[in-house]
């Protein structure tokens, strides 16, 4: 069995050791990562994530416990092997790029060459070579303030890999990047993690990174909590008998991230007692119905997915059941966008529909997905329900409470189990509209 790249067993880091402001940033800390791996170091701020990092990069020697690379205690080398070390096996990329201002983007890159053998000019073209390569060889002769933050986050990965380490380390890298520019740089530290087979140790808070590691190591005060395998990756590390016990945990915390193990218990046996589906079908189906709303696949092609086998990449859901799935969705999309319309602001009177028509629609839409007729007064009622639920003026309950009310009282006198159908569905349909921005 392949031994592990990377050992730490019982690490203890400690700040300020000995004075009143001793700190322990790091405790009784177990890691094994093997030759190969992408190991995602995950946690809130403060939690001992950078600490873990800078310690496996050398430049923080363990408190107690111990930590081998390669079998080696780093901290044992003299300093000349330390810094040939941290020089050729390990590369790393900051948060904050870490680029010389002074220096052009060549020379930035080129520059941790030049305490090995290559003269100027294999050097310069090694630098360029890998600029063209993370797609920022044509500003290499400019200064990095120049260039845009994604730019040179691109430049740092490039220098980072010039001496060709073995473990490539990153301190969130994308923490200053917009969100297209986080995606360039995710793509590429993948790409070398997958073509270039470089171990990677990525720190970060983002939980949309999860994905891209095999393993993700939990941090919470200076403890690692958890460690969560990616199961939509082929695992490098050898599973030991018994350990497969833990999948289904590991796949609820791939849905949960942020969720402790005993609530993932919990929801393991609410999915158990409610619902058909796998976590793996639950994730797929999950995909394709995140594709089919954003427009980017049409129904026909949302059927298939959802039909396909689970090994050629589908749901595997059955194709009656898949129909149905697709037309709902359809339905509640294209209802939806009543919603939209009705609560868009109007400056003209050029349009086509009121707000009175666009709830009598909508009310439409209830009665004949629920196959219910009513009469003149119930209808008015529902269409003022309606404009009232979808402005905000009541809230859910109220407008489930009013479906059960009489008519004389401006309600529907419907009996409890079809309030809840009707209200459950129109919520939905409130859902798929209504666009609601988190920035005030
Ligand atoms: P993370 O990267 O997860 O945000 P860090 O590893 O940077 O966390 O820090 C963990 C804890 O150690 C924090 O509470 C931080 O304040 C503390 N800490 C980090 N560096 C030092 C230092 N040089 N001296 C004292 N305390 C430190
Ligand atoms: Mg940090």
């Known amino acids: 069995m392949a031994k592990p790249l990377i050992v730490c067993r019982d690490l203890s880091i400690i700040y300020n050791k000995g004075k009143s402001n001793e700190f322990k940033a790091l405790q009784g800390v177990n890691t094994d990562i093997y030759e190969g791996e992408y190991i995602i170091l995950f946690g809130a701020s403060g939690s001992g994530k950078s600490t873990l990092m800078y310690s496996i990069q050398g430049s923080l020697p363990p408190g107690e416990g111990t930590l081998l690379i390669r079998g080696d205690d780093i901290y044992s ?105 986080t995606q360039q740089v995710m793509d590429k530290i993948d790409e070398i993690n997958t073509f270039d087979r470089r171990t990677i140790i990525m720190v970060s808070h983002n939980a949309a990174h999860l994905s891209y590691a095999h393993r993700v190591y939990y941090l919470k005060d200076g403890f690692v909590v958890r460690e969560v395998v990616n199961p939509q990756r082929k695992q490098i590390k050898p599973v030991r008998e018994g350990e497969t016990i833990v999948t289904e945990l590991e796949q609820l915390a791939r849905l949960f991230p942020y969720d402790s193990v005993d609530t993932l218990r919990v929801k393991s046996m609410v999915n158990y007692l409610t619902q058909q589906y796998t976590y793996d079908q639950l994730i797929r189906l999950e995909h394709a119905i995140s594709l089919f709303i954003k427009g980017k696949i049409n129904k026909d092609t949302f059927i298939r997915a959802l039909i396909l086998k689970l090994e050629q990449g589908g749901v595997e859901i059955e194709e009656k059941e898949a129909k149905r799935m697709a037309h709902t969705a359809e339905l509640l999309m294209h209802q939806a966008d009543d919603i939209r319309r009705f609560r868009a602001k109007k400056d003209n009177d050029d349009i086509f529909f009121s707000q009175h028509k666009l709830a009598e629609r909508l009310k439409d839409h209830l009665l004949h997905t629920h196959g219910m007729n009513l009469s003149k007064e119930q209808n008015e009622n529902l269409v003022e329900m309606i404009a009232d639920r979808v402005t905000g003026v009541v809230e859910e309950a109220q407008f489930n409470e009013r479906l059960m009310k009489g008519v004389r009282g401006r309600g529907l006198a419907l009996d409890t189990k079809e309030a809840d159908g009707l209200t459950r569905y129109f919520e939905k349909i409130i859902a798929q509209g209504v666009d609601v921005s988190y920035k005030s």
Do not use: W
């Open 77 to 181: 080398y003299p300093p000349s092997e330390r810094v040939y070390f941290q020089r050729y096996v390990m590369g790393i990329i900051f948060q904050s790029f870490n680029l010389i201002g002074s220096l052009s983007v060549l020379d930035n890159v080129a520059l941790p060459m030049i305490f090995c053998d290559a003269d100027r000019t294999t050097r310069e073209r090694r630098a360029q070579s890998l600029l063209e390569r993370f797609g920022v060889g044509h500003v290499s002769h400019k200064i990095p303030a120049m260039l845009s933050g994604g730019q040179q986050q691109r430049v740092s990965v490039a220098r980072s890999m010039v001496n060709d380490p073995k473990i490539l380390l990153a301190d969130e890298p994308t923490g200053n990047l917009d969100s297209v520019s």
